[in-house]
């Protein structure tokens, strides 16, 4: 891994056409900004990973019964799971 | 080239029944080598698909098509993406995502922050991340009920 040290305002590009920039550092959080043709997909690295091991757990191995399987139609989608711990009131 | 002959059952079966043959040419994201599929409706439950990936025959996926369980739910391609399912102007792909089916919790969850678009002309499609959004990877949409009869419960002596 090339390993640079860069301070607020400075930035680094890649590859003549991807320009990463550091606007700011705020304690622990430091603000980039990416310039990149729009054809370069930039993804917060989590993301990948959620979607990757999600794959890994989707992926049947056996076949299932699919007379057990009940789906229901449900509330909107950005609702749902970052409250999963609360209880319908 | 001749097409096979069609089997009774594939003559009773609608033309929707039939497997389709799906390509995703990156893989799936983290399995990379699963790039060939087979894509046909669960005759039993006509809300899922199963895609069959051909490399390897232990990886099966059950899929949905979101819009059928959450009405609002969005995908977003980019240019790139639409380039590179080769998608016309204002063609648009089949959007699906795959169910997680946890047995033991008896709970179903879909992937919505990583949905599966397919040019549905060609077959050709690549798996997308909804980065915009807060979709979770497991949005539960079901459940899972295990049939009463269980050959695994052991009998405790006696």
């Known amino acids: ?89 | 080239m001749h097409s096979s002959i069609p089997t009774v059952m594939e003559r009773r079966s609608s033309r929707a029944n039939r497997p389709r043959r799906v390509d995703f040419p990156e893989g799936l994201i983290g399995c990379e080598s699963w790039r060939s599929f087979e894509l046909r409706v669960e005759p039993e439950q006509p809300m899922i698909s199963v895609l069959q990936c051909l490399d390897d025959p232990e990886a099966c996926f059950l899929l949905v098509d979101p819009f059928n369980l959450i009405p609002d739910y969005r995908v977003r391609l980019t240019a790139s993406d639409r380039e590179f399912l080769r998608l016309g102007d204002v063609e648009e792909p089949a959007v699906f995502c795959t169910l997680t089916v946890n047995e033991d919790e008896g709970m179903i969850t879909a992937n919505l922050l990583g949905p599966l678009a397919i040019n549905k002309r060609t077959g050709l499609g690549r798996q997308l991340v909804q980065s915009a959004t807060d979709y979770s990877a497991r949005h539960r949409v079901g459940s899972y009920v295990r049939e009463v009869q269980d050959a695994g419960s052991d009998a405790q002596g006696g």
């Open chain 1, 1 to 89: 891994m090339l390993v640079l040290t860069r301070k607020a305002g400075e930035s680094l590009v890649i590859d003549g056409q991807i320009t990463v920039s550091v606007l700011g550092v705020d304690g622990e959080r430091i603000r980039l900004g990416i310039q990149a043709p729009p054809h370069i997909l930039v993804l917060r690295q989590e993301l990948v990973k959620e979607v990757q091991v999600e794959n890994c757990r989707a992926a049947r191995k056996q076949p299932i019964a699919m007379n057990g399987i009940v789906l229901s139609p449900l509330a909107p989608a950005g609702v749902q799971a970052s409250k999963a711990g609360s209880v319908a009131s």
